[in-house]
Structures are given as structure tokens and as C-alpha cells.
């Protein structure tokens, strides 16, 4: 099956601070996810992007499927930025998602 | 906004019981998931169902997994005799399906899973 790579593991940020998320995918995909896992254990969906850029507010995610991966960007971090961002990708021959491990991200005051 | 609900939020049962998870998958939706997540590790796939059929299912679900849409709102996932490895979060979802292939899926909030 597909492997989802995801870096860094962890993440500790100051608050303000910008950074970058990174999904690499072994194969070819229909649909790109990215979650964050808040600490009551909830899946929010922050973008849906097989390909190409979007913005939402402080985060953008862009996709660059012919090259197989995926940047998340957190600009100007909050403290209630941390949790967990996972990748998340369909395959062309189905229709689950296969995840990352996650990267887990703190926000210190 | 719409959003996919799961009941109840936790359950504890004991080893070799039968559970049962609701999910109620957002109206007009076509395609339903079950995922899994234990406690620590990455969310993992369980089973897809389309058109009143399993479309795709994980080696996870296996014969002690079943799932059901028993009427036009509710999903169900049942384990029939749980282990104390079935601990878990599981995560229902739902997409729409549109030109010949899933949309963007939807997740719930989560049922916690605990078995002593």
C-alpha cells in the first residue's frame, strides 16, 4: 500500500513563530487531507488539497502531486495551534485514507 | 454547518461483550468510514460502505467486525466479542462522491473505546 512520510515528529515553537509541515506520499493520490488532533482527541479538517494551494486565515497548505508531497504552513502560531497535524491520502484504487504518523506540535507562551 | 455525530462519546465495556458504535453521517452523504485510533499511534483505516455494501475493508476488520446502515440516517459499527486490544478511539466519516471518485471526508468526533 501507500506509505504517508510525515516531518518533522515534533515541533516546539515559541508563540508567533512560523512553520513548516511536510507530508511526502509513495504513489499517486486522489485526494490529500491534513487534520489537526486537538487535545480532546477530535479531527478538524484543515484543508482537502490533492493538488495545488489554499489559504485558510493564518494556515496555507500546497500540494505538488507530480512530485508527491505536501507542505502545511502554521503562520504566526498560537498556543492553541498544538496538537497533532496529520496527512492523510487516498489512493487512486480506493477510497481510504491512509495516514501519516503526525507531527506533534507545541505552541509555549 | 453540518457535521458527523457518533454516540456515545465513551464507552467501557468487558472483555468477550458485544459493542456497538452509532454514528450518524451527514445527510446526503454517500460513502461511510469507520478508522481506528489507538491510544499514541496514527488513525487507521476499518471499512468503506457505498450503496448499502462494504466498498473496501482493512485486515482489521475481520470476522468480529460487522457494520450496518439499519435505516436512511444511522451507521453502526458492532464488535461482537471484544478484546482488550479493540481499546481504541474509533472515528466514523462520510464524503460525498463526486465524479467518479470520494470527496473530502468528514470525521466525528470520536467514541472511546475502553476494554477491561
Known amino acids: 500500500g501507500i506509505q504517508v512520510e510525515q516531518s518533522p515528529p515534533d515541533l516546539i515553537l515559541q508563540e508567533g513563530a512560523n512553520s513548516t509541515l511536510r507530508c511526502n506520499f509513495s504513489?499517486?493520490?486522489?485526494?490529500l487531507q491534513w487534520f489537526h488532533q486537538n487535545p480532546w482527541g477530535q479531527l478538524i479538517n484543515l484543508f482537502y488539497?490533492?493538488?495545488g494551494t489554499k489559504q485558510n486565515g493564518r494556515l496555507s497548505a500546497t500540494t505538488v502531486a507530480t512530485e508527491r508531497y505536501s507542505l502545511l504552513y502554521i503562520s504566526s502560531s498560537q498556543t492553541t495551534d498544538s496538537g497533532v497535524y496529520f496527512c492523510a491520502v487516498e489512493e487512486t484504487s480506493g477510497s481510504r485514507l491512509t495516514f501519516g504518523e503526525g507531527t506533534q506540535l507545541t505552541v509555549n507562551p | 454547518e453540518p457535521e458527523v455525530t457518533q454516540t456515545p462519546s465513551h464507552q467501557v465495556t468487558q472483555m468477550g461483550q458485544e459493542v456497538i458504535l452509532r454514528c450518524v453521517p451527514i445527510?446526503?452523504?454517500?460513502?461511510f468510514y469507520w478508522y481506528r485510533q489507538i491510544l499514541g499511534q496514527k488513525v487507521e483505516f476499518l471499512v468503506s460502505f457505498y450503496n448499502n455494501e462494504i466498498s473496501e475493508k482493512s485486515e482489521i476488520f475481520d470476522d468480529q467486525f460487522s457494520v450496518e446502515r439499519p435505516d436512511g440516517s444511522n451507521f453502526t459499527l458492532k464488535i461482537r466479542s471484544t478484546k482488550l486490544e479493540d481499546s481504541a478511539m474509533y472515528f466514523c466519516?462520510?464524503?460525498?462522491?463526486?465524479?467518479?471518485?470520494?470527496?473530502?471526508?468528514?470525521f466525528g468526533p470520536g467514541t472511546r473505546l475502553t476494554v477491561l
Open positions: 504513489d499517486s493520490v486522489n485526494n
Open positions: 488539497i490533492p493538488s
Open positions: 466519516a462520510s464524503s460525498w462522491f463526486v465524479g467518479g471518485s470520494t470527496d473530502t471526508q468528514y
Open positions: 445527510s446526503n452523504h454517500l460513502y
